[in-house]
T-cell receptor, first 114, second 113 residues
Framework: AAGVIQSPRHLIKEKRETATLKCYPI?????VYWYQQGPGQDPQFLIS???????DKGSIPDRFSAQQFSDYHSELNMSSLELGDSALYFC?????????????FGAGTRLSVL | AQTVTQSQPEMSVQEAETVTLSCTYD???????LFWYKQPPSRQMILVIR??????QNATENRFSVNFQKAAKSFSLKISDSQLGDAAMYFCAYPNRDDKIIFGKGTRLHILP
């Protein structure tokens, strides 16, 4: 079965650079969630989209922005990168109304900021 | 505020034995779900089991089962016949009404051969 696809799997950037992370949800899923997991930490919710509209927002820095496109894939844009942005970024997708919207996670993008 | 607490940062169990991971949570909602996610060294987040709060029967998935105590707001995970592949970080998780998942800090499970 198709899963959530995230690209790239690994990304290395310098401070103050920009990064774009992509997420392709499971086919038919209409909701996408982004989480950030720092080293040794639990995942923290960043932002979510339902039917291409932002549905909820967590502790996402103003330097970060995200959107969901017409094909339901989502991109997380991160500007003015800081060392503290180094983390594993997960995307998850769900289908609204299906089993309390179980979220299926991608393999994550590991971002390293040098 | 909704919170999820895992009081055991690390646990070890002998292969083929049974281990229980603890989790407590706090919410004012009456209808909700609870999940356990497994994160192996690959860092993939894998859904292990879920429990619906309105169901009294504890969820079971093969060797994985939960002990759900709604009044006590307790949601422990029992792994029977532990296998080497069960070694991972386990996160107890609560999706709030906005479907934002709140994770516990995790329990790292070691399987001893």
């Amino acid at each position: 079965a198709a899963g959530v696809i995230q690209s790239p799997r690994h990304l290395i950037k310098e401070k103050r650079e920009t990064a774009t992370l992509k997420c392709y949800p499971i086919p038919r899923h209409d909701t996408v969630y982004w989480y950030q997991q720092g080293p040794g930490q639990d995942p923290q919710f960043l932002i979510s989209f339902y039917e291409k509209m932002q549905s909820d927002k967590g502790s996402i820095p103003d330097r970060f922005s995200a959107q969901q496109f017409s094909d339901y894939h989502s991109e997380l844009n991160m500007s003015s990168l800081e060392l503290g942005d180094s983390a594993l970024y997960f995307c998850a997708s769900s289908l609204q109304g299906e089993g309390k919207n179980i979220q299926y996670f991608g393999a994550g993008t590991r971002l390293s900021v040098l | 505020a909704q919170t999820v607490t895992q009081s055991q940062p690390e646990m070890s169990v002998q292969e083929a034995e049974t281990v229980t991971l603890s989790c407590t949570y706090d919410t004012s909602e009456s209808d909700y779900y609870l999940f356990w996610y497994k994160q192996p060294p690959s860092r993939q987040m894998i859904l292990v089991i879920r429990q619906e709060a309105y169901k009294q029967q504890n969820a079971t998935e093969n060797r994985f089962s939960v002990n759900f105590q709604k009044a006590a707001k307790s949601f422990s995970l029992k792994i029977s016949d532990s296998q080497l592949g069960d070694a991972a970080m386990y996160f107890c998780a609560y999706p709030n009404r906005d479907d934002k998942i709140i994770f516990g800090k995790g329990t790292r499970l070691h399987i001893l051969p």
